[in-house]
Nanobody, 123 residues
Framework: QLVLVESGGGLVQPGGTLRLSCAASGFTLDAYAIGWFRQAPGTEREGVSCISSSYGSTYYTDSVKGRFTISRDNAKNTVYLQMSGLKPEDTAVYYC????????????????WGQGTQVTVSS
């Protein structure tokens, strides 16, 4: 069974940093593209960042460019989302998702999802 588990969320002050982790079990991540998505109350799920399976090509939505960095450690079967310069508008539940091989920014093209981790940016 393919399982993704996010961790690393929490409460942080504006301008702070967090590192989210997405750990996989039941399969090896190196053949999968991974996406990070977020959803705030009353809003639709939004694509934040994704990384391809092969060359590690990355994508970021405009609102997080220069502040967030996605990376993968295939040896640890884990993908990370390093978040810095956090803003209140980054507050949301963050989900990681996996799809075989080809990267996509569309949430409906991902087959496997984690349970989410809450990120709250507030003073």
């Amino acid at each position: 069974q393919l399982v993704l588990v996010e961790s690393g969320g929490g409460l942080v002050q504006p301008g702070g940093t967090l590192r989210l982790s997405c750990a996989a079990s039941g399969f090896t991540l190196d053949a999968y593209a991974i996406g990070w998505f977020r959803q705030a109350p009353g809003t639709e799920r939004e694509g934040v960042s994704c990384i391809s399976s092969s060359y590690g090509s990355t994508y970021y939505t405009d609102s997080v460019k220069g502040r967030f960095t996605i990376s993968r450690d295939n040896a640890k079967n884990t993908v990370y989302l390093q978040m810095s310069g956090l803003k209140p508008e980054d507050t949301a539940v963050y989900y990681c998702a996996a799809r075989y091989w080809a990267v996509s920014t569309q949430s409906n093209e991902y087959n496997y999802w984690g349970q989410g981790t809450q990120v709250t940016v507030s003073s």
